[in-house]
C-alpha cells in the first residue's frame, strides 16, 4: 500500500467519524421525546419527515429472493369468468343438476301408472317328439293326417290396460313434481356454496399475493438494515453483535417470504379447483375485490327472510314430500279399478269349427286383503323418515339463524380490527422512525432496530390481512342470506 492510498484512507475513516459526531451532538442537543400513545398518530407514510430529519438514502442492495413469485399458470379476467368457469366445470353443481334429472324421470315414472300400457307377445313353438293322427272330418270329406301335438306355428296377442281408479298412482305424481321442486332448490343452494367458494378463494389468492409483495419489501429494508449496520462496523461505530442481529433479521424476513410464497401457491391452487381446473390460477391485477363482492351481490340476490334461503326452502319441501310418502302409503290399501282388453290369434290348426282369434274385453277390481304386512311395515318406515324429515329441517334453521347473525356480526368485527390494526401499523411505523433516526445518532442499540423492524413487518402484514378480512365478511354476509340459480 502506498502512502497516498493509505494517507486518503485514514482521511476517508476521519471524515465519516466527524460526521457521525455532529450527528450525535445534534441528537443530544434535541433530546429524542418517548412517544405519547395520546398523540395524534403520523399519517405519513414510512421513511418521510413526521417531524424527524430525513433519513440517509438506503444503499443497494440485491438478493434473488427479492424477485417477484413464480406467475400461475392462468388468470382469471374478471368476475365474469370465475362465474362462468366454476358453473360449467363444478362438479358439485353437476352432481346437483343431475339430480334434478333423476327426480323429473321419477316423475315420468309416476305417470305411467295412469296411462294405458300395451303389449304385444308372439311365439313359434316346434315340437321334435311328435305323432300323426287320422283325424275324420266332416262327412264327406276324406280323413286328414294331423301331427300331434302340433309344431311350427305362430301364436300372436295383444293386450291393453287403462287404469280407470287408482287414487294412490294420481298421488304419486303429485309427490314427484315436488320432489323435483326440492332437487332445484338443493340445485340453488349448491350453486350458493361453490359461488361463496369462489369469491372467498379470489378475495384469498389477492391477500396471498398483497403479503408476498409485502414479505419482499421487508426482507429489502432488512437487506438495507444489514448493509448499514456492515458499514458501521467498517467504520468502527459498531460491533459484531449489531451486524449478527441484522443477519438475524434477514433471515426472519426470508423464512416470511418461504412461508408466504408457499400459502400463495396453496391459495392459487384452491382457487384452481374451485373454478374445476386441477392447476395454480391466479387473478388478474386490474380485478378489485371490492369489484368482486360489489359483483357477487348481483349475481346473487339477496333474499327478504331466512325461509326463502334455498337450503331451508329444500328442507321444508322435503318435509312435505315425506308427509306424502305418508299418504302414498296409506292409500295403497286401497282398492283399484282398470279396464283390460286382449286380442290373440294363431296359426295352429284347431279343426274346422274351431275359432283361430278371439277378442275380449273386462273390468277388473284388484282388491289388497293381506301382503304378509308388507305394507304395515312401508307405512311405519315412510313415518319414520317424515320425522326425520321434520328434525333436520329444525336443525338446519337453527344452524342458518346463528349463521345470518354470526355473517352481520364478523363485518362489525372485521371492521373493528381493520381500524386497530391500522393503529398498530402507524404506531409501528413511528416506532421504526424513532429507533432508526436514534441508532443512526448512537443513542440505540441494534436489537432494538431489529424488534421494530420486525414490529413494522408483522402490523403491515396483518394490516393488509385485516383489509381483506373485512371482504371476506361481507361476502359471507351476503351469501348467508342470498339466492344463487344453478341456471343462468
Same mark, same amino acid.
Given at each position: 500500500?502506498?502512502?497516498?492510498?493509505?494517507?486518503?484512507?485514514?482521511?476517508?475513516?476521519?471524515?465519516?467519524?466527524?460526521?457521525?459526531?455532529?450527528?450525535?451532538?445534534?441528537?443530544?442537543?434535541?433530546?429524542?421525546?418517548?412517544?405519547? &400513545?395520546?398523540?395524534? !398518530?403520523?399519517?405519513? &407514510?414510512?421513511?418521510?419527515?413526521?417531524?424527524?430529519?430525513?433519513?440517509?438514502? &438506503? *444503499?443497494?442492495?440485491?438478493?434473488?429472493?427479492?424477485?417477484?413469485?413464480?406467475? *400461475?399458470?392462468?388468470?382469471?379476467?374478471?368476475?365474469?369468468?370465475?362465474?362462468?368457469?366454476? =358453473?360449467?366445470?363444478?362438479?358439485?353443481?353437476?352432481?346437483?343438476?343431475?339430480?334434478?334429472?333423476?327426480?323429473?324421470?321419477?316423475?315420468?315414472?309416476?305417470?305411467?301408472?295412469?296411462?294405458? /300400457?300395451?303389449?304385444?307377445?308372439?311365439?313359434?313353438?316346434?315340437?321334435?317328439?311328435?305323432?300323426? /293322427?287320422?283325424?275324420?272330418?266332416? *262327412?264327406?270329406?276324406?280323413?286328414?293326417?294331423?301331427?300331434?301335438?302340433?309344431?311350427?306355428?305362430?301364436?300372436?296377442?295383444?293386450?291393453?290396460?287403462?287404469?280407470?281408479?287408482?287414487?294412490?298412482?294420481?298421488?304419486?305424481?303429485?309427490?314427484?313434481?315436488?320432489?323435483?321442486?326440492?332437487?332445484?332448490?338443493?340445485?340453488?343452494?349448491?350453486?350458493?356454496?361453490?359461488?361463496?367458494?369462489?369469491?372467498?378463494?379470489?378475495?384469498?389468492?389477492?391477500?396471498?399475493?398483497?403479503?408476498?409483495?409485502?414479505?419482499?419489501?421487508?426482507?429489502?429494508?432488512?437487506?438495507?438494515?444489514?448493509?448499514?449496520? $456492515?458499514?458501521?462496523?467498517?467504520?468502527?461505530?459498531?460491533?459484531?453483535?449489531?451486524? %449478527?442481529?441484522?443477519?438475524?433479521?434477514?433471515? $426472519?424476513?426470508?423464512?416470511?417470504?418461504?412461508?408466504?410464497?408457499?400459502?400463495?401457491?396453496?391459495? =392459487?391452487?384452491?382457487?384452481?379447483?374451485?373454478?374445476?381446473?386441477?392447476?395454480?390460477?391466479?387473478?388478474?391485477?386490474?380485478?378489485?375485490?371490492?369489484?368482486?363482492?360489489?359483483?357477487?351481490?348481483? /349475481?346473487?340476490? =339477496?333474499?327478504?327472510?331466512?325461509?326463502?334461503?334455498?337450503?331451508?326452502?329444500?328442507?321444508?319441501?322435503?318435509?312435505?314430500?315425506?308427509?306424502?310418502?305418508?299418504?302414498?302409503?296409506?292409500?295403497?290399501?286401497?282398492? /283399484?279399478?282398470?279396464?283390460?282388453?286382449?286380442?290373440?290369434?294363431?296359426?295352429?290348426? !284347431?279343426?274346422?269349427?274351431?275359432?283361430? $282369434?278371439?277378442?275380449?274385453?273386462?273390468?277388473?277390481?284388484?282388491?289388497?286383503?293381506?301382503?304378509?304386512?308388507?305394507?304395515?311395515?312401508?307405512?311405519?318406515?315412510?313415518?319414520?323418515?317424515?320425522?326425520?324429515?321434520?328434525?333436520?329441517?329444525?336443525?338446519?334453521? =337453527?344452524?342458518?339463524?346463528?349463521?345470518?347473525?354470526?355473517?352481520?356480526?364478523?363485518?362489525?368485527?372485521?371492521?373493528?380490527?381493520?381500524?386497530?390494526?391500522?393503529?398498530?401499523?402507524?404506531?409501528?411505523?413511528?416506532?421504526?422512525?424513532?429507533?432508526?433516526?436514534?441508532?443512526?445518532?448512537?443513542?440505540?442499540?441494534?436489537?432494538?432496530?431489529?424488534?421494530?423492524? $420486525?414490529?413494522?413487518?408483522?402490523?403491515?402484514?396483518?394490516?393488509?390481512?385485516?383489509?381483506?378480512?373485512? %371482504?371476506?365478511?361481507?361476502?359471507?354476509?351476503?351469501?348467508? !342470506?342470498?339466492?344463487?340459480?344453478?341456471?343462468?
Amino acid at each position: 500500500m502506498t502512502l497516498k492510498s493509505a494517507g486518503l484512507g485514514l482521511l476517508s475513516v476521519a471524515v465519516v467519524t466527524a460526521m457521525l459526531a455532529t450527528i450525535s451532538q445534534r441528537a443530544g442537543a434535541q433530546q429524542v421525546k418517548p412517544l405519547d &400513545p395520546s398523540a395524534p !398518530l403520523a399519517t405519513t &407514510p414510512v421513511g418521510a419527515g413526521a417531524g424527524l430529519p430525513p433519513a440517509p438514502a &438506503p *444503499p443497494p442492495v440485491n438478493d434473488p429472493m427479492l424477485a417477484p413469485p413464480a406467475g *400461475p399458470t392462468r388468470e382469471i379476467q374478471s368476475w365474469a369468468d370465475a362465474v362462468a368457469l366454476t =358453473r360449467s366445470r363444478s362438479t358439485d353443481l353437476a352432481t346437483a343438476l343431475a339430480e334434478v334429472t333423476r327426480a323429473e324421470a321419477q316423475t315420468r315414472t309416476s305417470l305411467a301408472a295412469v296411462l294405458p /300400457t300395451i303389449n304385444g307377445s308372439i311365439s313359434f313353438p316346434h315340437q321334435f317328439i311328435t305323432k300323426q /293322427t287320422q283325424v275324420l272330418g266332416s *262327412p264327406g270329406d276324406a280323413p286328414r293326417t294331423v301331427t300331434t301335438p302340433q309344431s311350427d306355428y305362430f301364436n300372436g296377442g295383444v293386450t291393453l290396460q287403462q287404469s280407470v281408479i287408482n287414487v294412490q298412482s294420481w298421488h304419486t305424481i303429485k309427490t314427484s313434481k315436488e320432489n323435483e321442486k326440492a332437487a332445484r332448490l338443493s340445485a340453488d343452494d349448491t350453486s350458493r356454496q361453490i359461488t361463496l367458494g369462489t369469491a372467498t378463494a379470489v378475495v384469498a389468492v389477492v391477500a396471498a399475493e398483497r403479503v408476498a409483495e409485502l414479505n419482499r419489501i421487508g426482507l429489502r429494508t432488512a437487506l438495507e438494515r444489514r448493509e448499514l449496520t $456492515s458499514r458501521k462496523q467498517v467504520l468502527g461505530v459498531g460491533t459484531g453483535l449489531d451486524v %449478527v442481529r441484522a443477519d438475524q433479521d434477514v433471515s $426472519s424476513a426470508r423464512a416470511a417470504i418461504v412461508t408466504g410464497d408457499e400459502s400463495l401457491r396453496k391459495s =392459487r391452487e384452491a382457487l384452481g379447483l374451485a373454478l374445476g381446473l386441477p392447476e395454480q390460477v391466479g387473478v388478474a391485477r386490474s380485478i378489485s375485490v371490492d369489484a368482486v363482492a360489489q359483483e357477487a351481490e348481483r /349475481t346473487c340476490p =339477496r333474499l327478504e327472510n331466512l325461509a326463502q334461503r334455498p337450503d331451508l326452502a329444500a328442507a321444508q319441501k322435503k318435509v312435505e314430500v315425506a308427509e306424502r310418502n305418508v299418504t302414498n302409503v296409506e292409500l295403497n290399501f286401497l282398492p /283399484t279399478i282398470s279396464a283390460q282388453s286382449q286380442f290373440s290369434t294363431t296359426t295352429a290348426d !284347431l279343426g274346422n269349427t274351431a275359432q283361430r $282369434s278371439s277378442w275380449n274385453v273386462m273390468g277388473v277390481l284388484s282388491i289388497p286383503i293381506w301382503d304378509g304386512g308388507a305394507r304395515y311395515g312401508a307405512l311405519r318406515n315412510a313415518r319414520a323418515l317424515r320425522d326425520e324429515s321434520k328434525f333436520s329441517l329444525e336443525s338446519q334453521r =337453527r344452524n342458518a339463524t346463528i349463521e345470518v347473525t354470526q355473517a352481520r356480526r364478523s363485518i362489525t368485527v372485521a371492521e373493528s380490527a381493520l381500524d386497530v390494526a391500522k393503529q398498530t401499523q402507524q404506531l409501528a411505523a413511528r416506532v421504526d422512525q424513532l429507533t432508526q433516526t436514534a441508532y443512526r445518532a448512537g443513542q440505540g442499540t441494534s436489537l432494538e432496530l431489529v424488534v421494530a423492524a $420486525s414490529a413494522l413487518r408483522q402490523a403491515e402484514i396483518s394490516l393488509a390481512l385485516r383489509e381483506f378480512d373485512v %371482504v371476506s365478511a361481507r361476502l359471507q354476509a351476503l351469501f348467508a !342470506l342470498a339466492h344463487c340459480p344453478a341456471s343462468p
